[in-house]
């Protein structure tokens, strides 16, 4: 349920909550920041369990939001903060149940991988992730912008470098959709370090991204340009044909090395691609059409680059997934998007998603 400030929302009877095995789980508009902590306030004083997220945009009635709350009430077998490689014990899950996942994360963290690796070793079970990333976003213009800050909070205060995690004994289904345009390569990353691009086919990383990125546009770009159009042509990982991963640099260092928001193996050979806005929509026209069930919501977690492509037009994508859908979509224009990959059900992140579950 979407709530476009604190005083609707506490017209609601959202401080009504009595059962102790429900949680609140909140995604917040960034706009709306200076809200959050009263309503956490609020919440801590009538011992109403919640987490959430604070995030570049809201999907909500079929529009984007930049401010309000979306309020989901749910009923958790566990609920915890999870950071590197510490994880509160899980209780022993049925084998014979699916469960959903659902992640809120720190996007700029560069303790993601360490996070994934933590929550996939202590999880033993048919478990359906879902969920995204943030950071606060201050420029509509580039990915640049991001900043990293404390957008992950619960009961216990605001955290950053972390995940919570809430598992839920309910079945799931997800689907995630890129819809990029491969352009140029392959390239080599011949020099890595962590999750930095030192050198791209053994040669300066930034000058090479930065003459393949004019070359494509057929401007000059100067090094302050560098990310207004890197953030449009990111790289990508390819399979037969088809992207499987996206990456996006969050930062320049020094002159010729690229860092990104996740580790970069040495020798891992990508594609420079670009948006583009019919492969972007019709890839959602594969969407599968909802099921009958008069209960399913349908949760999305869609790339704040979409947005950045899309900007105005940005409501069809939100057009084409409701009409997919029973009831109109709800979720969060995200900095990475959370998921399972296709063979070992391993949780993953995506960058340049859009990410639709209904549960």
Sequence with gaps: MYYKNLEELKSSTIFDLKSNESEYFILVGQDSNNEIVQLMDDLNEREIKFFGGIYPGLIA????????FI???????YSQLVYPFLMRKVPKLDPNKKYTGIIIADYLSDKNNDLIETVDSKIDADVNYIGGGSAYHGNRMSNYSLTQDKVVFNNNGFFKDAFHLCLIKEESNTEVKFGWEILNGPFKATKTTNNIINEIDNDNASEVYRDELESITDVYITKEEFFLYASSHPLATVKNGKIIDIRFPVEMIGESDIKFSRPIDENHEF????????????????????LTNVNERTFVFSCLSRLLFLEEEYKEEINMIDKKGIYKSEGAITTGEFSNNNKERKLVIHEGACVISRL
């Design 271 to 290: 594609y420079i691609i670009k948006s583009n806005k019919s492969i972007l929509l019709e890839d959602l026209e594969t969407l599968t059409p909802s």
């Design 71 to 77: 309020i989901k009430e749910l009923k958790p077998v």
């Design 61 to 68: 009635n079929g529009e984007l939001r930049s401010a309000g």
